[in-house]
């Protein structure tokens, strides 16, 4: 009989089978053999061996509990720790989650405000409605504008004051239906240094535009990027006009014979080599090309340690005569 023909062994037969049915293994192995001894031992074995792959498979599915639950652990630690405020809110629009940040920023303890409407604890009155309009809507359709994005908004403290935060949200699909996340951030000190770098800003222009001292701005270029009014005035220009236009040729335009770089003009000296300058009784040109006679301080720009262009501060010595002259290369004084 050939190989494959062959009836196989009652024992083999039955620790095969006993790796899946010991019970089966043995009946099998006590018809087909004269001793029921042999039954019985290869059902022992059969059992035996699917007690073993139990264990096995029922320590490998403990470690795997065990290491989602670490998992799940260490994560809850982090956003515990975490330096914005985390909070969940489920598809009803009830809060699910609530670490110890959004504590602080809202003034609402955790074991307060879970389970609440997210609504009516943090948006502010007058957004309640758009709020719970928009989250009908993403139940409906799926459309989310506001999901995994930065945006600025308003939010609601306990104390009843609105203040600005950065929010950024994102949905999970759970089996109770989606679920949102959310990082807050309070921002109320970005906006104050936000708005204290504006009032600066305007103090700063409206000084500059007050002062009776001529000052103007040029790029590294030397093109005007900035006149007072006072420097209009003086110079016979208009300053909205001339702005993206080279300084040097109005204040130079009745000398220096078209030449004019760091070593001709204190201008192109300031850009070129990063240092201050100073020169006392020069000589500056009007846009009609008559000239008077003043005292000038120029500042280089930098930024990042790059020469971006260079301020310039004259002062006219309006007591003496006016006269019409050409400038000269002795006239200009670092």
């Known amino acids: 009989m050939p190989a494959f023909e062959r009836t196989p062994h009652p024992w083999t037969l039955a620790l095969v089978v ?9 009946l099998i192995a006590f018809r087909q ?15 035996a061996l699917v007690a073993v792959w139990l264990v096995h498979r029922a320590w490998r599915i403990d470690a795997a509990a065990r290491g989602a639950q670490e998992n799940a652990t260490r994560h809850a630690e982090v956003v515990e720790r975490a330096y914005e405020g985390f909070i969940s809110m489920d598809a009803s629009g009830r809060i699910t989650g609530w670490n110890a940040r959004a504590e602080a920023m809202f003034g609402w303890p955790r074991e307060e405000i879970l389970g609440k409407e997210l609504a009516e604890m943090i948006v502010p009155p007058e957004h309640r409605s758009a709020h719970r309009a928009g989250l009908t809507h993403y139940l409906e359709t799926g459309e989310g504008p506001v ?3 930065r945006i600025e908004i308003t939010a609601w403290h306990r104390l009843g004051r609105e203040f600005p935060v950065e929010l950024a949200i994102w949905s999970i699909e759970t089996p109770g239906g989606p679920a949102f996340n959310a990082f807050i951030q309070d921002i109320s000190d970005r906006r ?9 800003a305007s103090n700063l222009r409206m000084l500059l535009e007050t002062s009776g001292e001529g000052i103007f701005e040029v790029d590294v270029q030397g093109r005007w990027t900035y006149v007072n009014v006072a420097a209009a005035q003086w110079l016979g220009i208009d300053r909205r006009r001339v702005i993206g236009n080279d300084a040097c040729r109005v204040l130079h335009s009745d000398g220096i ?8 003009c204190v201008i192109r000296y300031v850009l070129h080599t990063g240092q201050r300058a ?4 020069g000589w500056l040109c009007r846009s009609d090309g008559t000239t008077f006679l003043a005292d000038c301080r120029t500042h280089p720009t930098i930024v990042g340690g790059t020469v971006k262009g260079a301020v310039v501060i004259f002062t006219p010595r309006s007591a003496l005569p006016e006269r019409v002259r050409h400038l000269s290369d002795d006239s200009i004084t670092r």
Do not use: W
């Open 18 to 26: 006993g790796l899946t049915c010991p019970y089966a293994a043995g």
């Open 278 to 281: 100073r020169y006392d009784g």
């Open 192 to 200: 104050q240094a936000e708005s204290d770098s504006e009032d600066l």
């Open 257 to 264: 014979d078209g030449v004019c770089d760091h070593q001709t």
């Open 147 to 149: 999901l995994n994005k």
């Open 33 to 47: 053999s004269d001793r029921p001894v042999v039954g019985i031992a290869a059902t022992a074995v059969g059992a």
